[in-house]
């Protein structure tokens, strides 16, 4: 390391970081010696200096510098929230660092590659980049530019100076070329085709999308395609301006409460052995073909009165929603807006995904056309089955 990596505080919290980077490696997430290295090498203090986590039992703590568990809190597997926007949601968070592994290691990149992160936010995931790959062949984007200026100052700090650019990184590659990999540290709805125009063939390229993390590859064809990490996954969505707000179920809370709707009754399918863990996946993102399927669905779980659960599913584009009661295997739907179904389709389609044994994102493949068409799929032979996702 170079810069403040020799000062007092970066040997401070030295045992805090080999025991994290132990855990890591014990656990599955990390194996390759370099990105140990990195992990090992670089202070994640030095990006989060005041954050906040969620505790055991739902409470949120604040953390700041002087905290007397201020490192120990730093170096938990754990997400930890570091931006908020004006209604107090969590905008920019540091990744908890055993996904950021995992994406590191699904990210096949040499000493000398030529690499884009998408969603610069703390920065600590670009330093790890740039001391496995060198700040030179690393360029970073982020829409926020507080963000950008923030860590192109913490990364200098550390000796770092790669190419840090304020812009939206789905529709804008910040310099000509193409790259030989794109990572992605927020969550996208669909595969920009500006990141297959600007890879090189063969280029990884690794994004939450839906409920999982794709590795895909860049074909020679101007396509990518690939598959999932195992277990499912979700970042903050990427924004447009640093001023969009973080658009969260809760608030819709007024109208999934007490909003009238038309009312109807819904059986669940005898495939259903156990409904309310069933009623628990439609307000999950366990089924990648369903949000995959329906992108811009939000949803909640609401309230539980006398053995009765409440759910709700909101489309914030066009106001529909739906509050779902459930007793027994009836489902009372209560719902409204121009998307008329919203309930009984996602209930439908968890069937089916129940019916197949529940599947992880792992059991799915996912291929982008070079015209955008996204194709979703599972399974080999007789019993392979496709999805060709909205656009």
Avoid at 122 to 148: F, K, M, Q, W
Avoid at 320 to 327: I, N, Q
Wanted: proline residues 7%; aromatic residues 8%; contains cysteine.
């Amino acid at each position: 390391m170079t810069g403040t990596a020799t000062t007092r505080g970066f040997e401070a919290s030295q045992p805090a970081r080999h025991r994290l980077t132990q855990e890591l490696i014990s656990c599955g997430a990390l194996h390759s010696p370099e990105w140990i290295s990195a992990f090992e090498e670089t202070p994640r203090e030095t990006f989060t200096p005041r954050f906040s986590r969620r505790l055991e039992g739902g409470e949120e703590r604040f953390y700041e510098p002087q905290d007397d568990d201020f490192l120990d809190a730093v170096y938990t597997d754990d997400s930890l929230v570091t931006r908020w926007d004006a209604k107090g949601w969590g905008i920019s968070s540091s990744t908890m660092p055993s996904l950021m592994a995992l994406m590191l290691e699904a990210f096949p990149v040499r000493k000398g590659d030529r690499v884009l992160e998408v969603g610069t936010g703390t920065g600590y995931n670009l330093a790890l980049l740039c001391h496995r790959l060198g700040a030179d062949n690393v360029t970073s984007i982020d829409i926020d530019p507080e963000l950008t200026a923030t860590a192109r100052e913490r990364l200098s700090g550390l000796g770092y100076q790669p190419a840090i650019v304020t812009g939206d990184g789905r529709s804008e590659l910040p310099a000509p070329g193409r790259y030989n990999g794109i990572l992605a540290t927020c969550a996208v709805r669909r595969i920009p085709p500006e990141w297959l125009r600007g890879t090189a063939p063969g280029a990884p390229i690794v994004v939450n999308i839906g409920s999982g993390v794709a590795c895909l590859r860049r074909t020679a064809d101007g396509a990518a395609e690939g598959t999932f990490l195992e277990e499912a996954y979700g970042f903050m969505h990427a924004r447009s301006s640093p001023d969009e707000p973080a658009e969260f179920a809760w608030d819709h809370l007024d109208l999934l409460k007490s909003g009238p709707g038309k009312k109807s009754l819904i059986t669940l399918p005898e495939v259903v052995e156990e409904p309310h863990d069933f009623m628990r996946e439609v307000v999950s993102y366990q089924a990648n073909e369903v949000y995959l399927n329906e992108p811009d669905v939000m949803s909640m779980w609401l309230t539980e009165q006398e053995g009765h659960r409440t759910f709700c599913l909101v489309h914030p584009g066009s106001k529909s929603w739906a509050r779902m009661t459930l007793d027994g295997r009836t489902v009372t739907v209560q719902q409204d807006g121009p998307l008329a179904n919203l309930a009984s389709d996602r209930i439908q389609r968890l069937a089916e995904w129940d019916r197949a044994g529940r599947p992880a994102p792992g059991a799915y493949r996912l291929r982008v056309d070079s015209d955008g068409l996204h194709t979703l799929s599972r399974g080999e032979g007789d019993a392979r089955r496709e999805w060709v996702l909205p656009r």
